[in-house]
């Protein structure tokens, strides 16, 4: 799902990015699409890391839901501040959060990858150990 998400968060800016001066539909759609695709990234999160075998605790859970609040709460300020001097600011700022996205999303997939295959290569030993 959450790749799904990125993908749609994709489409979604790039319509923002290439629209944001010419058509005004095609803002609307792509913000659309950039709102549907950041409203499940969230709780699409909590139950993939407990699916891959970690525990959510509340401290977890905590630090996850407190940094994107703490996102929501200085995109305004900072969009605010520039938005007179720098029209395509909001645009900007999705689009480095497009950009942050895939990074923090390329390295959550690969170091849950590692951490795949580090617990099957330890089945693997159990099992040679129990045989």
Do not use: C
């Amino acid at each position: 799902m959450i790749i799904i998400d990125l993908f749609i968060i994709t489409i979604g800016n790039l319509l923002v990015y290439s629209m944001a001066n010419t058509n005004m539909i095609g803002l609307i759609i792509g913000y659309i699409l950039l709102g549907a695709g950041f409203s499940s990234v969230v709780p699409s999160l909590f139950p993939l890391l407990e699916q891959r075998g970690y525990t959510v605790t509340d401290w977890i859970g905590s630090i996850i839901t407190f940094s994107g609040g703490v996102a929501q709460v200085l995109a305004p300020y900072i969009i605010g501040i520039w938005i007179d001097q720098i029209p395509y600011v909001l645009v900007d700022f999705t689009f480095l959060s497009i950009i942050t996205s895939t990074i923090i999303f390329t390295v959550m997939f690969l170091i849950m990858k590692s951490d795949q295959k580090q617990r099957q290569l330890r089945r693997q030993q159990q099992n040679q150990q129990h045989q």
